[in-house]
């Protein structure tokens, strides 16, 4: 530790008490190391904020110790975004932990960046609401970590991404500068949408203390059908079918065989059908007191591309457990950190590119295993890269991000773009727009001490 870095703990230790000041190496681990273990990085000091005066003396004293600072909500970000891997300040908001007010008139609720989406959802059905956005990491990623990925989960279909949830916000600057746009109005357009500018910006241009956020009014009741396909564009067919049959789509999840084999055995579960098919498709619908008929109609209208399906009333954690199982299990077998490419492709280019990258990955990297699943009716696919040896991490990402940019796709859907996709971005973005989002960046903290090896940022001088 270098004496600039003790008077800072030191003062740190001032702000926050000496108790939220971390820096023992056995309490500091969870923080230094990611959801999947494949990003281990090094701190000398986790501090735990309470509120956001705080949060804000903290980075003012960052600042004027020119040290650099990662934010860390749940730290269940797949891109390794959450990690101090240059020695950073780990911010951590797990004690920003206060909801303050659900308002079930204007449906909203503001909540404290380190709330947990499973705590904001209980919140919400203590009301008869819900909280638009829900994702298997429900019970450790925060508020403050879903706006700041944009994550968008199971329920984007309906409910559409995070920002599309985004009322308000109170963040601090890298300077201490606290900026608040605190309103509950759905049509609001004065200026710039700057709420909306933090969201997705992984950490890189304010710490985000506490959000208000629109809730939704839950379906009264939902079906949940699985249903085996033979082909990508069967489950497809299946997803428009839905849509137009006077059902809500609430979710549209695509698992492989190959996928739902290992949850079965990871889990021990039956299997799901009598027959194997290659694809699974879990979907889960609304409506009118009919949606049972109509989920029938739906299914027989498909019969071309349908080959069996399970149908339970919702929430169906049974069916579900096939599909947010998956993550888990992707872990838990892999021999090394799993390689996890989380892309997007429009839809007509989906079946194209998974048959492409069989092809691909057979050929090139015969000892890796591809399991791609998820959400399919966005057009969001999470390829899964397992057994992938320490050398080979690079050229397996590079090929498949590769491949997306030719189906016309996004290297990043939801997950951001972190460390695992840094060397990548050029594939997403034109040199002009990344150059746009260093000005942003270096006008919001020209000191360039947030989350700064991440997302294109500006040589230091
Ligand atoms: C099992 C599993 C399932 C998942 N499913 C989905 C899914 O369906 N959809 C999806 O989008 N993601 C999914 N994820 C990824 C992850 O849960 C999301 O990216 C989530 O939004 C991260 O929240 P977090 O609080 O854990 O953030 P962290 O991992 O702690 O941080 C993520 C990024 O946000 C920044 N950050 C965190 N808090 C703040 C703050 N208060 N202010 C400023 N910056 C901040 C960090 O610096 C980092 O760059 C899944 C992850 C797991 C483990």
């Known amino acids: 530790m270098t004496v600039e870095t003790r008077s800072l703990t030191d003062e740190l230790t001032e702000i926050v008490g000496a108790a939220h000041v971390l820096t023992e190496q056995e309490l500091i681990s969870g923080f230094v190391t990611d959801w999947t273990r494949r990003w281990t990085g090094h701190t000398a000091a986790v501090v735990r904020p309470a509120n956001t005066d705080e949060v804000s003396a903290v980075l003012a004293a960052c600042h004027r110790a020119g040290a650099a600072v990662v934010p860390q909500g749940g730290n269940t970000g797949l891109v390794g975004g959450s990690v101090p891997m240059h020695g950073e300040i780990v911010l951590s908001t797990v004690r920003l932990n206060r909801i303050d007010r659900v308002d079930p008139v204007g449906r909203t609720i503001d909540a404290g960046a380190g709330v947990t989406v499973a705590e904001a959802q209980r919140a919400a059905r203590h009301h008869g609401l819900d909280f638009g956005i829900d994702l298997a990491s429900r019970d450790s990623a925060t508020m403050g970590g879903i706006v700041s990925t944009n994550a968008g989960g199971i329920r984007m279909i309906k409910n559409g991404n995070t920002r599309a949830q985004l009322l308000g916000v109170e963040a601090v600057l890298a300077d201490g500068t606290v ?48 249903v085996g396909v033979e082909s990508v564009g069967g489950a497809l067919e299946f997803v428009d079918t839905l849509q137009r049959s006077g059902l809500s789509l609430e979710a549209a999840e695509l698992m492989t065989r190959s996928g739902i084999d290992l949850v079965q055995h990871h889990k021990s579960l039956r299997a799901p059908f009598a027959e194997d098919t290659p694809f699974a498709l879990l979907v889960e619908v609304s409506g009118q007191a009919d949606a049972q008929q109509l989920l029938l109609d739906a299914l027989t209208a498909g019969e071309s591309v349908i080959v069996d399906a399970a149908i339970e009333d919702g929430p169906a954690h049974r069916l579900w457990n096939y599909r947010e199982s998956h993550t888990e299990a992707v872990g838990a077998v892999s021999t090394t950190p799993p390689v996890k490419l989380d892309i997007s492709t429009p839809l007509r280019e989906i079946e194209s590119f998974l048959a492409e990258l069989t092809v691909r990955m057979r050929d090139a990297f015969p000892g890796v ?37 030719r189906h016309d796709g996004s290297i990043s859907a939801e997950h951001g773009v972190g460390r695992a996709k840094a060397p990548w971005i050029g594939l997403g973005r034109t040199p002009v727009d990344l150059q746009l989002m260093r000005s942003i960046r270096s006008a919001l903290d020209p000191a360039g001490i947030l989350n700064p090896a991440i997302l294109p940022s500006n040589p230091q001088p």
């Open 369 to 405: 295993r591809a399991i791609c699943f998820g959400h399919i009716g966005d057009g969001n696919i999470h390829v899964n890269l397992l057994d992938v040896a320490d050398d080979q991490r690079e050229a397996v990402t590079d090929m498949v991000l590769r491949l997306v940019a």
């Open 179 to 226: 900026f608040t746009r605190w309103k509950e109005l759905t049509k609001d357009n004065v200026g710039y949408d700057l709420p909306g500018l933090l969201a997705g910006a992984e950490g890189t241009l304010a710490v985000i203390t506490r959000v208000r956020m629109k809730l939704v009014v839950p379906p009264r009741a939902t079906k949940v059908a699985l």
